[in-house]
């Protein structure tokens, strides 16, 4: 296969969300109150492209072993990141975030080890959900966040920019991501074919 056809506009697309992780970081930590804004619409544009990555592979029969190791990294990436920065924030518990990454990381070595001995672990559907619901959980906080922003620039002293409505919101979102992960990780473990054959 030439390099062509592994760096094609899927893998391109997945690639993307690695790349406009450190730049939604940077926005997220920034001082300026717009910029919690900028932070959502970029996390938003990365999460779309997990959207469109597989369904354009899929119909251009462009679909790669580099793509389909490069897609649940890149997810993962992007979920972490955002995960580590709440906690680091303060917007969630810590312990909330904690067995998340850790699951994240053991799926991650997982794969590693099957690429090494020449195998590819199978996405499962469930995982496919999790990540789904991730995105759409750390999307929500996210525009929560920003929301508290714009109403403290625009309605300081007003009872929702105190904070406390967001760590509400954002633990709640934790905790069902958090059981949602395990089960997906449970799966992994108890699946006796997690492993395809090489091809």
Request: hydrophobic share 55%; glycine share 8%; charged share 15%.
């Amino acid at each position: 296969m030439d390099r062509r056809e592994l760096f094609n506009l899927p893998n391109c697309l997945t690639l993307s969300r690695i790349v406009l992780t450190p730049l939604f970081l940077g926005l997220l930590f920034a001082d300026l109150w717009y910029w919690k804004a900028l932070a959502f619409a970029v996390f938003g544009a990365a999460a779309l492209t997990d959207f469109y990555d597989g369904r354009l592979a899929r119909a251009g029969n462009r679909v790669t072993a580099l793509g389909r190791f490069l897609d649940p990294l890149a997810d993962k990436v992007l979920v972490t990141s955002a995960l580590v920065a709440f906690a680091l924030g303060r917007v969630v518990h810590f312990w909330l975030v904690v067995p998340i990454v850790v699951r994240d990381v053991a799926i991650t070595v997982l794969r590693l080890h099957g690429m090494y001995r020449g195998r590819q672990m199978v996405t499962s559907r469930l995982a496919k959900w999790k990540t789904a619901f991730q995105l759409s959980a750390v999307a929500l906080l996210l525009l929560a966040v920003a929301l508290q922003e714009v109403l403290a620039r625009f309605r300081p002293g007003s009872a929702a920019t105190d904070g406390a409505w967001v760590a509400v919101l954002g633990n709640g979102l934790m905790g069902a991501v958090l059981l949602l992960t395990l089960a997906s990780g449970l799966h992994y473990l108890f699946r006796a074919s997690f492993i395809c054959p090489r091809s």
